[in-house]
């Protein structure tokens, strides 16, 4: 089995794994009776989805057929940077579940305020507030360091990267709405996307 074979099985395998996560936790909420306050925007929508279509498209193609986009692979990535995308990837598919995991039924593919919504500080939320988004922006670069594809890369990142930052504003405004003082504290001791090196002391 040549090395690059390895490298697209391991593509499938991290496929699988994110959209099993993704499914399995949105199943969880999609029929719930409990009233939902949708409050997104199209600009956040039109850059996530994009992200996303580039990643499979771009993706079905290092998986099934390969070359088809040349242009794509005028770099050649070493082992060694493939490897480590594999191993990013390991990581933040591990986070994206621990932090589906930690949301359970408090968990929204949208901004939405949700009735008898519940703030969620344990696991990865004990550090940061947005480890769904940390993981996808993991996720998206390391797939492209593993298929040494330049267009999934960057293409995704730019486009998921423009979408958090438009969106996540918006949903911390809904959080401070909903939970008051107990989210302004849980920002105080937390980061967005990366832990803060060093906390307030008490």
Same mark, same amino acid.
Request: aromatic residues 14%; glycine residues 8%.
């Given at each position: 089995?040549?090395?690059?074979?390895?490298?697209?099985?391991?593509?499938?395998?991290?496929?699988?794994?994110?959209?099993?996560?993704?499914?399995?936790?949105?199943?969880?909420?999609?029929?719930?009776?409990?009233?939902?306050?949708?409050?997104?925007?199209?600009?956040?929508?039109?850059?996530?989805?994009? *992200?996303?279509?580039? #990643? @499979?498209?771009?993706? %079905?193609? /290092?998986?099934?057929?390969?070359?088809?986009? =040349? &242009?794509?692979?005028?770099?050649?990535?070493?082992?060694?940077?493939?490897?480590?995308?594999?191993?990013?990837? *390991?990581?933040?598919? #591990? @986070?994206?579940?621990? %932090?589906? /995991?930690?949301?359970?039924?408090?968990?929204? =593919? &949208?901004?939405?305020?949700?009735?008898?919504?519940?703030?969620?500080?344990?696991?990865?939320?004990?550090?940061?507030?947005?480890?769904?988004?940390?993981?996808?922006?993991?996720? /998206?670069?390391?797939?492209?360091?593993?298929? =040494?594809?330049?267009?999934?890369?960057?293409?995704?990142?730019?486009?998921?990267?423009?979408?958090?930052?438009?969106?996540?504003?918006?949903?911390?405004?809904?959080?401070?709405?909903?939970?008051?003082?107990?989210?302004?504290?849980?920002?105080?001791?937390?980061?967005?996307?990366?832990?803060?090196?060093?906390?307030?002391?008490?």
């Amino acid at each position: 089995m040549t090395p690059e074979i390895v490298f697209r099985i391991l593509m499938i395998v991290s496929f699988i794994a994110m959209f099993g996560i993704r499914i399995y936790f949105q199943s969880r909420v999609l029929h719930e009776d409990r009233e939902i306050n949708i409050q997104e925007n199209k600009l956040s929508l039109a850059a996530g989805s994009i *992200a996303a279509l580039v #990643t @499979l498209i771009f993706g %079905a193609e /290092y998986i099934f057929f390969p070359g088809m986009f =040349s &242009f794509t692979y005028i770099l050649d990535y070493p082992d060694w940077l493939r490897w480590l995308g594999v191993l990013a990837l *390991a990581g933040g598919i #591990t @986070l994206l579940g621990m %932090a589906h /995991y930690q949301l359970d039924k408090s968990f929204s =593919s &949208f901004v939405v305020s949700k009735e008898e919504h519940q703030l969620v500080t344990s696991g990865p939320y004990r550090w940061i507030r947005h480890p769904i988004y940390t993981a996808y922006l993991i996720n /998206y670069l390391a797939g492209g360091l593993l298929a =040494s594809n330049l267009v999934l890369t960057f293409i995704p990142v730019l486009f998921f990267g423009l979408m958090i930052i438009n969106r996540i504003p918006r949903e911390e405004g809904v959080m401070r709405k909903e939970f008051g003082q107990d989210y302004l504290d849980l920002e105080a001791r937390t980061g967005g996307l990366l832990p803060k090196l060093h906390r307030q002391g008490k």
